[in-house]
Structure formats: structure tokens, C-alpha cells
């Protein structure tokens, strides 16, 4: 099954160093029977890209709890076999991944652009106010959900982390 584990860079860095995600059971998302009934499309790719939609939001939920984390929202894209995962009743394609998982195993990572800095930051910030109900609050969050992210391929990684690797 593909899942989408959200992080952060610094999180993405662990994992290249140790060479896993997750040291036990993590959360991650996927197409899980809930998402299906939530969002109906004949289209797997569309179900597939809503839950990178919620791994992404998840990411945001994590640098708004790590002030010292790059602003950029990060889902590394892993296959696991189907017994790995169970379902979360937190929300559509929520999931737990009983790890670690190896790095190797990860088909991509999905990380937000340079330019997308200012809103993810705001986003991040915001984020409480809109959990709250905030709707001015919600935009901001939403402002960041328009930045779409980029694929990379897991030989690239080193390149995201940067000369600290």
C-alpha cells in the first residue's frame, strides 16, 4: 500500500541518517476505505492526491509544534505492505504505519518550494486560530494549501537537506 508520512526537513534528515522512518508505530495517510466513502472518484489518482492533501496538512500540524523547523511542508511517499498498516479513526486515510520502515522503500518525497516559505509560515502560525473556527484564520491556512508540492526523487534528498548531510 502507498502511504504518505508527514514531516518536517529536520524529520526528513533524520530519516536519511538512520536510514528509516519512524522508530515504531507512525502516523501516516493513504486511500483507506473512509477516504474512499469521504471523496468518490473514479479516479485512484484523485483519492491518492487527497491523501497527500491531508499528509501535507499533517506536515504544517508538525511545524507549527516545531518553531525551529524549516517552513516548508515535507510527505515522503512509501509503499508497505498491507499487514504494516491499520486505520486511524482521527479522520479519512489517516493511518498508523507499525515501523520502522527503510528509507530505501520510499517511492518520492514531496516537499513545498522556496517561494512557499512566507505562506507556510503564516499558515503555521494560523493554524491554532483556525482549528478554532477562525475563518480569516482558515484562509491563511488555505494560503498554504495552494502551493503545490514538488516532487522530488529520493536520490535527490541529500540535495533538499542541503551541505549539513
Same mark, same amino acid.
Given at each position: 500500500m502507498r502511504v504518505y508520512v508527514p514531516l518536517?526537513?529536520?524529520?526528513?534528515?533524520?530519516?536519511?541518517?538512520?536510514?528509516e522512518l519512524g522508530a515504531g508505530r507512525f502516523p501516516a495517510?493513504?486511500?483507506? =476505505? &473512509?477516504?474512499?466513502?469521504?471523496?468518490?472518484?473514479?479516479?485512484?489518482?484523485?483519492?491518492?492526491? %487527497? !491523501?497527500?492533501g491531508f499528509a501535507a496538512?499533517?506536515?504544517l500540524r508538525l511545524l507549527a509544534a516545531d518553531a525551529g523547523a524549516p517552513r516548508r511542508r515535507v510527505v515522503v511517499a512509501v509503499d508497505v505492505p498491507d499487514g504494516a498498516v491499520s486505520a486511524? =479513526? &482521527?479522520?479519512?486515510?489517516?493511518?498508523w504505519v507499525d515501523g520502522p520502515v527503510r528509507l530505501?522503500? %520510499? !517511492?518520492?518525497v514531496h516537499v513545498d518550494a522556496a517561494d512557499a516559505e512566507p505562506d507556510v509560515t503564516a499558515a503555521a502560525q494560523a493554524l491554532p486560530a483556525a482549528d478554532g473556527g477562525d475563518d480569516g484564520a482558515q484562509s491563511?491556512?488555505?494560503?498554504?494549501?495552494?502551493?503545490?508540492?514538488?516532487?522530488?526523487?529520493?536520490?535527490?534528498?541529500?540535495?533538499?537537506?542541503?551541505?549539513?548531510?
Open positions: 518536517t526537513l529536520s524529520g526528513l534528515a533524520e530519516a536519511y541518517q538512520t536510514g495517510y493513504g486511500v483507506t =476505505p &473512509a477516504l474512499r466513502e469521504w471523496y468518490p472518484s473514479e479516479y485512484a489518482e484523485d483519492q491518492e492526491y %487527497a !491523501a497527500l496538512l499533517a506536515s486511524d =479513526p &482521527a479522520g479519512p486515510g489517516a493511518l530505501d522503500r %520510499a !517511492a518520492a491563511v491556512v488555505d494560503g498554504a494549501e495552494e502551493h503545490e508540492l514538488l516532487w522530488y526523487a529520493t536520490q535527490e534528498i541529500p540535495n533538499l537537506l542541503g551541505p549539513a548531510v
